[in-house]
């Protein structure tokens, strides 16, 4: 008895004290991601830690990871982080590497002059559709100046040296190729690395936008400290994201490498000298798309809500980022329409626009058309009911709604029913001008006239115009007034000159009339 009362006391426990009495939380455990992505290389990098807006996709197999491409892709789509040597130009350099890859187009992130060594970022055939957004990147150089005069206060040419930071106003140098006009040009940093009080021998390090001239800036110094100066040699370390640490090679290893793969087929160091274009992209915010919507950005398409996979976080309107592929590939650079809160929150919209597409068209299949609008519409092609060339934003008969360019009207047979029947309406008939005295039989072989000449005619505004007459041989008398200046006629097609105030209309009608 005794345990059927305490049976009955358990099942009927207040579920509600129960929950109040325990805490009911999923709790954070100290275990680390299953997929670690911060040493992935290029795009995937730190991959795991984008916000993900769908996990399912149709994967496709066409697409090569940008370490893995065949080596004549790679090198097509490739950079090189070149050291260029003193005393050539940076367009000679440029030169020589396109002879000695065999490729049909290179370009450079930015000139340096002849004199001027360090980071020369040489773009490849389908890279050089980067060559723009790197000449606008930062840029890192190492410079040594010489003071007229030794100096012996270090604190007073470091002082100096720190004035000329910000917004400064520059004229290109003599030895400069552009034109010598006044710029403003930006120094984020301007700092003395090292000074000889004995030569009046400095080293700096400038920051700077693209564009400033520290040959300029070392004058700008001597001026300041009221004895001159002059930029002795000048080193850029760092060239947008491309630093001398980030396999900076030679020329001599382009070489090298290029005969290596000739002549014993051995990929290994052109793949180490060429790096995939993706590096340079490092630094932009991602956009990871669907495989199903990569081949429509490459034909110019704008990046909409359903095809985004992953987002990073910051990414707010107007910013530069990169759309790319589930295998890291870079698809287009593109301009942001929506923020990272937007896209978490919408559920349709236009994310991105295009500014430069990078991947080659067709790489990957065509998979627009495959809705379920587009379907629908393709069956309604196929029956009949709409034209193949309809336009995007008719409705398809079956919703109600007809074409514009077609005319809904009713046939019937003898042993059917009436039946709607879409045609398109007859396009405008322009009568052909007849003969006055043409017969009405079909027997008539008498030859055609040829057709008159065009008669063309100035704007009536003018005193003097000229008419281009061809086969008028008369004009009648009643039109020859004496507004007339004169008339000249000989049968020719040739210009007349007309004086007209009053002739001008009868004569027009006349001409006209001969002219059929």
């Keep these: 008895m005794d345990g059927r009362k305490s049976k009955h006391r358990r099942s009927h426990v207040d579920v509600g004290a129960v929950q109040a009495a325990e805490s009911f939380a999923v709790q954070s455990e100290n275990k680390r991601p299953t997929l670690d992505c911060s040493q992935w290389p290029l795009l995937l990098k730190n991959v795991h830690l984008m916000n993900v807006r769908e996990c399912h996709f149709e994967a496709d197999t066409t697409g090569f990871s940008p370490l893995h491409r065949p080596i004549d892709e790679h090198i097509q789509t490739g950079v090189i982080n070149l050291d260029k040597p003193s005393n050539p130009s940076s367009h000679e350099v440029v030169a020589w590497v396109k002879r000695a890859l065999a490729v049909g187009k290179t370009g450079h992130s930015g000139t340096l002059d002849p004199k001027v060594t360090g980071c020369l970022i040489v773009c490849i055939d389908r890279a050089t559709r980067l060559v723009k957004s790197q000449q606008s990147a930062g840029k890192v150089y190492i410079g040594i100046f010489r003071l007229h005069e030794a100096l012996d206060d270090q604190k007073r040419v470091q002082q100096a040296i720190e004035t000329l930071s910000g917004a400064l106003f520059q004229r290109p140098p003599l030895v400069a190729a552009v034109k010598r006009q006044l710029r403003v040009r930006t120094v984020y940093e301007n700092k003395l690395l090292e000074y000889d009080k004995e030569k009046g021998l400095g080293v700096i390090r400038v920051t700077c936008e693209a564009g400033t001239y520290v040959r300029t800036l070392c004058v700008h110094i001597g001026l300041l400290l009221g004895c001159g100066g002059v930029m002795e040699e000048l080193r850029r370390v760092r060239s947008g994201i491309m630093t001398e640490e980030d396999n900076l090679v030679t020329m001599h290893d382009v070489l090298d490498a290029k005969w290596l ?88 919209g236009l994310v991105a626009k295009l500014k430069r597409v990078i991947m080659e068209r067709d790489l990957y299949p065509r998979q627009w058309g495959r809705g379920p609008v587009a379907m629908e519409r393709k069956k309604l092609v196929a029956q009949g009911l709409l034209s193949k060339y309809a336009k995007p934003g008719e409705a ?77 041989e008369h004009v009648p008398e009643n039109l020859l007034s004496s507004t007339t200046d004169g008339l000249i006629l000989d049968g020719s097609s040739s210009y007349r000159k007309i004086n007209v105030q009053t002739v001008y209309l009868d004569f027009f009608h006349y001409a006209r009339g001969l002219d059929g």
């Design 261 to 348: 793969y000739d002549n014993r087929r051995d990929e290994s160091y052109l793949r180490r000298v060429v790096m995939p274009l993706e590096k340079l992209l490092t630094g932009h915010k991602r956009i990871m798309v669907k495989d199903t919507a990569v081949s429509a950005i490459c034909y110019g398409a704008k990046l909409m809500l359903p095809g985004v996979l992953r987002y990073d976080n910051d990414i707010n309107v107007n910013d530069e980022i990169v759309l790319m592929t589930t295998k890291g590939e870079a698809v287009a650079i593109a301009i942001a329409l929506m923020t990272t809160a937007t896209i978490a929150t919408c559920d349709h």
């Design 396 to 472: 398809p008969p079956s919703v109600g709604n007809t074409p514009k360019n077609a005319s809904t009207h009713l046939v019937k047979t003898e042993d059917a029913e009436l039946t709607p029947v879409s045609s398109k309406r007859p396009s405008k008939v322009i009568p052909q001008p007849t003969s006055v005295d043409s017969s009405d039989s079909s027997d008539d072989d008498s030859p055609v006239p040829p057709p008159k000449k065009n008669l063309k005619l100035p704007s009536p505004s003018s005193e003097d115009i000229y008419f281009q007459l061809g086969g008028i």
